[in-house]
C-alpha cells in the first residue's frame, strides 16, 4: 500500500487531559458519519481503549499512530489504512505537545509531532470554565508555539452562558483564532471511567445511544461544515510491512478480563494470513486445542479474580496447552498466568500457576511509560537479544517473580525498570503491551 492515497484529516487534541476530547472525539465522528463520509478514526500515542470507543461511533478500525514506538514505515503502514476513507479524525493524548524526554523512532511521542508528520491541523478543545478572555491566551501559547503546526481552531468546552461564550469569543477573535464550536456545561457528557480511564467500550451499558447523544449535541453547537473545510493533510511516510504474527493458529482471549492489544498488531497477523481464534475465559472457554500459540492480553482480570480461579475449563486447557506449546500474556494476561492475584480487598485468588508470579491490587502503586525490552530468551515472534518497545499501565504490584527474567526492560529514558516479565518452559509474560520490534 506504498501509493495508497491518505485523505485529508484533523487531530483533535487539547492543553491537558481531562478537557472533553473525547466526548468531542466520538460526537465528531459519528456526525461526520451521519453527513455521509467514511471517516478513518486514530489515536496519537500508547492507548488500547480509545480505539474501540472509535470504532463504534464510525464504524472502521481506529488504530494508533505512536512517534516513539514506530518508526517511519510502521507509521506509514498504519496511516496507509486510511485508504478508501474520505477524512481521517485523530485523537491526541494528554496535552498536544506532551511527550517523554528521550526521543524514540521517530520522535518524542506527542500528539503535535503525530499531527506534523500526517500534515494534519489541529483542533483545540479548551475547557474554559473559570476563565473568559484569558483562554485566548493559552490558545495562542499554543498556536504559536511550534510554527510546523497549523492550528485549525478551537472549541470552546463547558461554556456557562451566552454572556461567557461572547467574551471568550471577543479574546479569540482577538488572538486570530477561528472558534470552531461553544459547547455549554452539561453533567452528563462525560463518559464512565476506572483507575485506566475509561471502562472499555464492551462494558458501556448504552454506549450507542451516548455516542448518538454527543454527535447531536456537537451538530447543534459547532460549525461542522468549517471543520470539514479545515481538514488538511499530506502523504505519509513510504509504507513499511505491519508486525508478523507470532504463530499461524493463534487463540486470543477476548472478553471484558482480557481486551487490550493494539489493533496494529491483529491487522498484521491477520494480513499475513494467521487464524486468529478468540476464546472467552470469563464465559470458562478453553483455548482452541489446534492452536499453535495461546495469547492473552491485558485488561482488567483484578475486577474477575474470582470467576477467572473457577474458570475450570479455561484453566485446564489452558494448562494443558503450555505443555506442549507457547503460551504469552501482557499485563493482565501476564497475572492470570501467575500463581495467584490479590484483588484490592486483600481476598488471594489462585490463577494458572503457569508461572510463579503473585501481584496484588490491595496496595496500589501506578505503573506508567514506555518500555524498551531486550530478550534475554525467545518469546513468542520473537527470538532472544531481539529488541521491543511497548507500553506499560497499570496499578498492580509484584509480591513475588520466582521465575527468569525475559528480559532487561528499560524506560524510555533508558533507566532499568523492574518489571522484567519472566518465563518457565514453554510460558513468557510482560507487564508491557507490545507496540513494535526495535532496531537492535
Given at each position: 500500500?506504498?501509493?495508497?492515497?491518505?485523505?485529508?484529516?484533523?487531530?483533535?487534541?487539547?492543553?491537558?487531559?481531562?478537557?472533553?476530547?473525547?466526548?468531542?472525539?466520538?460526537?465528531?465522528?459519528?456526525?461526520?458519519?451521519?453527513?455521509?463520509?467514511?471517516?478513518?478514526?486514530?489515536?496519537?500515542?500508547?492507548?488500547?481503549?480509545?480505539?474501540?470507543?472509535?470504532?463504534?461511533?464510525?464504524?472502521?478500525?481506529?488504530?494508533?499512530?505512536?512517534?516513539?514506538?514506530?518508526?517511519?514505515?510502521?507509521?506509514?503502514?498504519?496511516?496507509?489504512?486510511?485508504?478508501?476513507?474520505?477524512?481521517?479524525?485523530?485523537?491526541?493524548?494528554?496535552?498536544?505537545?506532551?511527550?517523554?524526554?528521550?526521543?524514540?523512532?521517530?520522535?518524542?511521542?506527542?500528539?503535535?509531532?503525530?499531527?506534523?508528520?500526517?500534515?494534519?491541523?489541529?483542533?483545540?478543545?479548551?475547557?474554559?470554565?473559570?476563565?473568559?478572555?484569558?483562554?485566548?491566551?493559552?490558545?495562542?501559547?499554543?498556536?504559536?508555539?511550534?510554527?510546523?503546526?497549523?492550528?485549525?481552531?478551537?472549541?470552546?468546552?463547558?461554556?456557562?452562558?451566552?454572556?461567557?461564550?461572547r467574551?471568550?469569543?471577543?479574546?479569540?477573535?482577538?488572538?486570530?483564532?477561528?472558534?470552531?464550536?461553544?459547547?455549554?456545561?452539561?453533567?452528563?457528557?462525560a463518559?464512565?471511567?476506572?483507575?485506566?480511564?475509561?471502562?472499555?467500550?464492551?462494558?458501556?451499558?448504552?454506549?450507542?445511544?451516548?455516542?448518538?447523544?454527543?454527535?447531536?449535541?456537537?451538530?447543534?453547537?459547532?460549525?461542522l461544515?468549517?471543520?470539514?473545510?479545515?481538514?488538511?493533510?499530506?502523504?505519509?511516510?513510504?509504507?513499511?510491512?505491519?508486525?508478523?504474527?507470532?504463530?499461524?493458529?493463534?487463540?486470543?482471549?477476548?472478553?471484558?478480563?482480557?481486551?487490550?492489544?493494539?489493533?496494529h498488531?491483529?491487522?498484521?497477523?491477520?494480513?499475513?494470513?494467521?487464524?486468529?481464534?478468540?476464546?472467552?475465559?470469563?464465559?470458562?472457554?478453553?483455548?482452541?486445542?489446534?492452536a499453535?500459540?495461546?495469547?492473552?492480553?491485558?485488561?482488567?482480570?483484578?475486577?474477575h479474580?474470582?470467576?477467572?480461579?473457577?474458570?475450570?475449563?479455561?484453566?485446564?486447557?489452558?494448562?494443558?496447552?503450555?505443555?506442549?506449546?507457547?503460551?504469552?500474556?501482557?499485563?493482565?494476561?501476564?497475572?492470570?498466568?501467575?500463581?495467584?492475584?490479590?484483588?484490592?480487598?486483600?481476598?488471594?485468588?489462585?490463577?494458572?500457576?503457569?508461572?510463579?508470579?503473585?501481584?496484588s491490587?490491595?496496595?496500589?502503586?501506578?505503573?506508567?511509560g514506555?518500555?524498551?525490552?531486550?530478550?534475554?530468551?525467545?518469546?513468542?515472534g520473537?527470538?532472544?537479544?531481539?529488541?521491543?518497545?511497548?507500553?506499560?499501565?497499570?496499578?498492580?504490584?509484584?509480591?513475588?517473580?520466582?521465575?527468569?527474567?525475559?528480559?532487561?526492560?528499560?524506560?524510555?529514558?533508558?533507566?532499568p525498570?523492574?518489571?522484567?516479565?519472566?518465563?518457565?518452559?514453554?510460558?513468557?509474560?510482560?507487564?508491557?503491551?507490545?507496540?513494535?520490534?526495535?532496531?537492535?
Amino acid at each position: 500500500m506504498t501509493d495508497a492515497r491518505i485523505p485529508p484529516g484533523l487531530l483533535v487534541s487539547a492543553p491537558a487531559s481531562g478537557t472533553g476530547k473525547t466526548t468531542v472525539m466520538l460526537g465528531l465522528l459519528r456526525a461526520l458519519v451521519e453527513d455521509g463520509l467514511e471517516v478513518q478514526p486514530f489515536k496519537s500515542g500508547p492507548d488500547y481503549i480509545d480505539p474501540a470507543f472509535h470504532r463504534a461511533a464510525s464504524g472502521r478500525a481506529s488504530f494508533n499512530l505512536d512517534t516513539w514506538a514506530m518508526d517511519a514505515g510502521l507509521f506509514g503502514a498504519i496511516a496507509a489504512r486510511a485508504a478508501g476513507a474520505d477524512i481521517c479524525v485523530a485523537e491526541g493524548s494528554m496535552g498536544l505537545f506532551d511527550g517523554v524526554a528521550t526521543r524514540g523512532r521517530a520522535g518524542f511521542g506527542s500528539s503535535a509531532e503525530t499531527a506534523t508528520a500526517m500534515g494534519w491541523p489541529v483542533i483545540l478543545v479548551l475547557d474554559v470554565g473559570g476563565q473568559a478572555q484569558s483562554a485566548a491566551a493559552t490558545a495562542l501559547g499554543f498556536a504559536r508555539y511550534d510554527p510546523d503546526l497549523r492550528i485549525a481552531g478551537v472549541i470552546l468546552n463547558r461554556v456557562a452562558s451566552p454572556r461567557h461564550e461572547r467574551l471568550t469569543r471577543l479574546g479569540m477573535e482577538r488572538a486570530g483564532l477561528a472558534v470552531l464550536g461553544a459547547l455549554p456545561r452539561r453533567g452528563d457528557l462525560a463518559l464512565p471511567e476506572r483507575h485506566l480511564g475509561l471502562i472499555q467500550a464492551v462494558e458501556h451499558p448504552d454506549l450507542e445511544r451516548a455516542i448518538a447523544g454527543y454527535a447531536a449535541f456537537l451538530r447543534e453547537h459547532v460549525d461542522l461544515a468549517a471543520i470539514r473545510r479545515a481538514a488538511l493533510g499530506r502523504q505519509a511516510a513510504a509504507a513499511g510491512p505491519l508486525p508478523r504474527p507470532p504463530a499461524q493458529r493463534i487463540a486470543l482471549a477476548r472478553d471484558a478480563a482480557f481486551s487490550f492489544t493494539y489493533p496494529h498488531l491483529l491487522e498484521g497477523w491477520r494480513a499475513a494470513g494467521a487464524e486468529i481464534l478468540p476464546f472467552s475465559p470469563l464465559a470458562d472457554e478453553a483455548p482452541a486445542a489446534h492452536a499453535d500459540l495461546v495469547w492473552l492480553p491485558g485488561g482488567y482480570p483484578e475486577l474477575h479474580a474470582g470467576a477467572l480461579a473457577d474458570a475450570s475449563t479455561f484453566l485446564a486447557g489452558l494448562r494443558r496447552h503450555a505443555g506442549t506449546r507457547p503460551v504469552h500474556g501482557e499485563c493482565g494476561g501476564y497475572m492470570a498466568l501467575g500463581q495467584a492475584l490479590i484483588d484490592k480487598d486483600g481476598a488471594r485468588h489462585e490463577m494458572a500457576g503457569l508461572l510463579g508470579l503473585v501481584t496484588s491490587y490491595e496496595t496500589r502503586k501506578f505503573h506508567l511509560g514506555y518500555r524498551r525490552a531486550v530478550l534475554a530468551r525467545p518469546m513468542p515472534g520473537h527470538p532472544a537479544g531481539a529488541a521491543l518497545r511497548g507500553h506499560e499501565f497499570h496499578y498492580s504490584t509484584i509480591l513475588d517473580q520466582p521465575d527468569a527474567p525475559l528480559a532487561h526492560v528499560t524506560d524510555a529514558d533508558g533507566n532499568p525498570v523492574p518489571e522484567t516479565g519472566s518465563h518457565r518452559g514453554h510460558v513468557t509474560g510482560t507487564f508491557f503491551h507490545l507496540i513494535a520490534e526495535d532496531a537492535p
